[in-house]
């Protein structure tokens, strides 16, 4: 490969020109299918030339081998061994001595190979790291050693432990943490951005290494205490060198990123390692018990000391706030290390949690340039992970539920007090002609937010004085002169509007204001607004008060959502047309067609999850409407001229992530509707080509809409022989691809389940084929549900037409097979009532037949098949009234609040229910069969079919037609069948009156 023509190639992809671009990609495109290309780019980015134009083309080979290493490192014969051999013998050289701008991409083509070629094809790569650890120039060699052992370190890092390909950490670790102890304590005796850089990078591969298991290195106090102790000095070390003055940059500062890194690996190892009760065996309690006795205290009054200079307004990162506010969540709800935090814990949720809560310059700054970004952090927690705001809402509220005898009344206090002391400044603001200073207004806006949060636990505690609070001081910030105070005060009276309120008009007056708010300037304000009359209208007073004005708040909803894409305000309208469904049918079409504008508007945004959430929410208002009206079919009529070039468009789209709220959709439609019309039945091949291509996966949520075509719409369906075509290669291709779950073929069996029971008559020509595919899947069926639903199609089959089941089964040779299967299994296999009532049905039809006309299997077990469909009856009787019973008695669970002692530790799953603050591999799922499943609700052919009436009627007919078999079978069976017959046929002719 010549390596100046590549250089030139890689330049021109470069120049402003498009031909030149195209024709150098080109040209690169070629070269790649030539012998080595990877290592000539290598060569290239290595070069030790470093012009401005060099550069350019090193970054330009570096993205280019990046990409190549990323998609063809595991390809056969892609990439050639020698070439192969060059690249593990200079990346790591190349790693160690380039810019850091290079150092990026190189490091991913690294990381790719190690995890393709580590330690079977690179054994030596770990001592060619430590080589850098002692060679010359270490001063130059270290930190790209440092990347090196990070990223080597990385891929191990949730590897279970028993794992073969975890087995190489443990040497890593043994031969490299001694020496990153070394380094790590001389890099501690200096505070420049070089050492942090490097301290960062040793926090990396330790937190690496803790993440799955502790390892055995780690688990002797003599070697973690070293390393616990230098974290513990990089956290709390006084920061001497400037700091960038942007807020942006300086949290990501490598000085405060060691911090931060270094209070997560508090955080983790207490959560992970130091609960004894969460230890599974005894060497594990016995660490953990060590850990709380040699580490709690230290821990509890570092990281405290860390916090406790928010309170002098000094700059903390907000996610090494939030990875100490983790480590106190933890320590609140363990005896031993709430004993230790208890005297501090007035001064922390006074100096700490509470600053947090107010409102700050930073949100203002928001609220000012970006309202939109302001709103989303408000209410969409998820996309902010690391918020101090919600950790430390979280922390207050598990405190004060779960220590509140200590604790509630002093916090209470000290926020009455923050109350009454906010109501002297407006008095004396009023006085002097101002606005209250800004300063009280931020804590107000905290005590709002504190207040608002402890709800649930102040409805039990302090229910007697919540209206009297609400009307002192909160109605009058509805008016606030500070917009956060009237956008907090419509939050806070949402959280207290379910209260028995003695005076009313506090209710209506609040009720009121934030309806007026609706019309405010400030568009967080307006959202605020929005969401907390959602709220509102679920209540009965709310509701009433707000019908008067159901016209303008529409309208007012449809104009935020031209302002702003938010799936709380989506929401919000959502409720407001549910709670309203009978004055809703004037707005449905106008209100669908708002509705799927800003749908398309967020999905063509593709803009993160902020808006595929809303969009989300637009669908499931859709689907309000079409709930809301449904008592009036002939709207939906107009509501299909909207709607359905939406839906075909999104189904056509492959838009997975809504499809199942477009079958929604599409399920209201085709249920609700007169009739199917013409432009509904364009859907039904579009749901077809979208299970073929792309939703294979979703046959059960596809089966709701298809059950409707069929069952309201069985002529249509029928006078297209292509639907039943499509319907049962759907059905063939569930059961025959190897990649179906056992899931996949219940739900195909269902599916075709609809089109026998609907069309009886019809499918002659199918009934072979569903046959015979049914019964090549019951030879490789396992479990008791699959072979269940396969026998149920049989069942359907029977039911359809007995004596085509039979010679179709004759005919493949799987009559005897199939029954002995059937029979062995008709009490321990069929659970459901309906799945019962089916086999009743179906095997009655066999009464229909002459007796000389059944197979010998049948024959030879008449009287077990007559004794079985009576005991079948009599268990449907009374499985029916046993669930009705139990439907009956069932109740709701009210929510409690556990108050512990000081000697009590929150249980074990408590403890760690926030686990996933810190990743340690996948969950252990257990596979289980469900023998006790619940009873679907669903419309069937069968629901207007009586199974005693007609096997009453079968019976009789039978002993008419087969005189000398009847009498025989009277005289054979048991007298218990005899007496449950008996109540059979007693039952049918009243049931028949």
Not at 572 to 592: E, R
Not at 643 to 672: G, H
Request: one cysteine or more; proline letters at 4%.
């Amino acid at each position: 490969m010549d390596k100046q023509q590549l250089m030139i190639a890689l330049a021109s992809t470069l120049n402003q020109d498009k031909q030149e671009r195209t024709n150098a990609e080109t040209t690169l495109k070629q070269a790649s299918t030539l012998p080595g290309y990877i290592a000539t780019l290598l060569d290239i980015i290595t070069l030790n030339e470093n012009s401005q134009q060099a550069i350019a083309i090193k970054l330009a080979a570096s993205v280019s081998f990046k990409n190549f290493i990323r998609k063809y490192w595991d390809h056969e014969n892609k990439i050639q061994e020698n070439e192969k051999v060059y690249i593990r013998e200079n990346i790591t050289k190349g790693i160690i001595f380039c810019t850091d701008k290079l150092r990026s991409s190189l490091l991913t083509s690294f990381q790719a190979i190690i995890e393709s070629d580590y330690p079977n094809f690179w054994p030596n790569l770990l001592d060619i790291i430590l080589s850098y650890f002692n060679g010359p120039n270490q001063a130059l060699t270290i930190p790209g050693a440092l990347y090196l052992l990070e990223t080597l370190a990385k891929i191990f890092r949730y590897r279970p432990p028993e794992s073969e390909k975890r087995s190489p950490f443990e040497e890593i670790i043994n031969k490299t943490f001694p020496i990153l102890l070394n380094f790590l304590q001389h890099l501690s005796q200096s505070q420049t951005i070089q050492t942090a850089e490097m301290q960062v990078l040793i926090a990396k591969i330790f937190n690496s290494a803790i993440q799955y298991e502790l390892p055995p290195l780690l688990k002797s106090n003599n070697n973690l205490l070293p390393w616990m102790n230098l974290f513990l000095k990089i956290l709390t070390c006084p920061i001497t060198e400037p700091q960038p003055e942007d807020l942006k940059e300086r949290s990501k500062w490598p000085i405060w990123h060691a911090k931060k890194l270094s209070a997560s690996i508090f955080a983790y190892m207490f959560q992970r390692y130091g609960l004894p009760n969460s230890s599974t065996n005894q060497e594990d309690k016995a660490f953990a018990i060590n850990f709380l006795n040699l580490y709690a205290s230290t821990l509890i009054d570092a990281l405290f000391s860390v916090l406790v200079t928010i309170k002098s307004g000094q700059f903390l990162p907000g996610s090494l706030i939030c990875y100490c506010l983790d480590f106190f969540s933890i320590a609140i709800r363990l005896a031993k290390t709430y004993k230790i935090f208890k005297p501090k814990i007035s001064q922390f949720l006074i100096e700490i949690i509470f600053p947090l809560l107010c409102f700050n310059d930073e949100d203002q700054q928001i609220w000012d340039e970006d309202p939109t970004e302001f709103i989303q952090r408000e209410y969409d927690s998820f996309n902010d992970f690391k918020n101090p705001k919600n950790t430390a809402l979280d922390l207050m509220n598990s405190l004060l539920k779960v220590r509140s005898r200590e604790h509630l009344n002093e916090f209470m206090v000290f926020l009455s007090n923050g109350l009454q002391c906010y109501l002297n400044e407006v008095e004396q603001a009023k006085q002097q002609g101002r606005p209250p200073a800004i300063s009280f207004a931020k804590q107000k806006s905290g005590l709002m937010l504190a207040i608002g949060s402890l709800a649930p636990l102040l409805k039990k505690r302090y229910i007697n004085i919540l209206e009297q609070m609400l009307q002192i001081h909160v109605l009058f910030e509805f008016s606030s002169p500070y917009p956060f105070l009237r956008a907090r005060a419509c939050w806070l009276f949402t959280q207290f509007d379910n209260i028995l309120f003695q005076n009313q008009n506090i209710f209506l007056q609040a009720l009121h204001s934030i309806l007026n708010l609706l019309g405010d300037n400030e568009l967080p304000i307006k959202i605020f607004a929005a969401v907390a009359i959602k709220s509102l209208v679920q209540l009965e007073s709310g509701s009433k008060a707000i019908a008067p004005h159901i016209t303008t708040l529409l309208d007012q909803y449809f104009k935020l959502m031209d302002l702003i894409d938010s799936d709380e305000l989506v929401g919000a309208l959502d409720t407001i047309l549910s709670a309203f469904s009978d004055q809703i049918p004037p707005y449905a079409v106008i209100a669908c067609e708002k509705l799927v504008c800003a749908f398309l508007k967020m999905h063509q945004e593709d803009d993160e999850d902020t808006n595929a959430i809303a969009a989300l929410q637009c669908l499931r208002a859709i689907q309000t409407i079409l709930d809301a009206v449904n008592k009036f079919p002939e709207i939906y009529i107009n509501l299909e001229t909207v709607l359905v070039p939406f839906l075909q468009k999104m189904i056509n789209s492959d838009a997975i992530e809504y499809f199942e709220d477009i079958l929604r959709i599409i399920t209201f439609l085709t249920f609700y509707s007169k009739s199917i019309s013409p432009a509904l039945w364009t859907l039904f091949p579009l749901l077809y080509n979208a299970f073929e291509e792309y939703a294979t996966d979703l046959i059960g949520n596809i089966l709701i809409p298809m059950d409707n075509y069929i069952s309201r719409g069985k002529e249509q369906f029928l006078s297209a022989p292509q639907y039943m075509e499509m319907v049962f290669n759907m059905f063939k291709k569930l059961l025959e691809d190897e990649n179906s779950s056992e899931n996949d073929c219940i739900e195909a069996c269902k599916l075709i389940e609809v089109a026998l029971q609907n069309c009886r008559g019809c499918l002659d020509f199918w009934v072979p084929k569903i046959i015979a595919l049914t019964a090549n899947k019951l030879k490789t069926a396992l479990t008791r549900r699959l072979i269940s639903l396969l026998l149920l199609v049989i069942a359907n089959c029977l039911l359809y037409n007995p004596i085509l089941t039979i010679q179709s089964l004759e005919s493949i040779n799987e009559t005897t097979n199939l029954f002995s299967t059937w029979f062995k299994n008709v009490f321990t296999h069929f659970k459901k009532v309906y799945d019962k009532k089916l086999v009743v049905l179906s095997l009655t039809t066999l009464f229909n037949l002459p007796l000389t006309s059944l197979p010998q299997v049948i024959k030879v077990n008449f009287k077990a098949l007559f004794e079985a469909l009576i005991k079948l009856i009599l268990d449907i009787k009374i499985q029916r009234e046993k669930e009705s019973q139990e439907k009956e008695e069932s109740e709701s669970e009210e929510e409690s609040f556990e108050d512990l002692g000081d000697e009590e530790d929150v249980e074990t799953q408590d403890l760690l229910k926030n686990e996933d603050l810190f990743p340690k591999g996948f969950d252990n799922l257990e596979d289980f069969e469900d023998e006790d499943e619940d009873e679907e609700e669903f419309i069937s052919a069968i629901d207007e079919i009586n199974e005693i009436v007609y096997f009453s009627q079968a019976c009789q007919e039978f002993s008419q037609r087969e005189a000398g078999a009847w009498q025989e079978l009277s005289s054979i069976i048991n007298e218990e069948s005899k007496s449950i017959f008996s109540q059979i046929v007693a039952q049918a002719q009243t049931l028949k009156g």
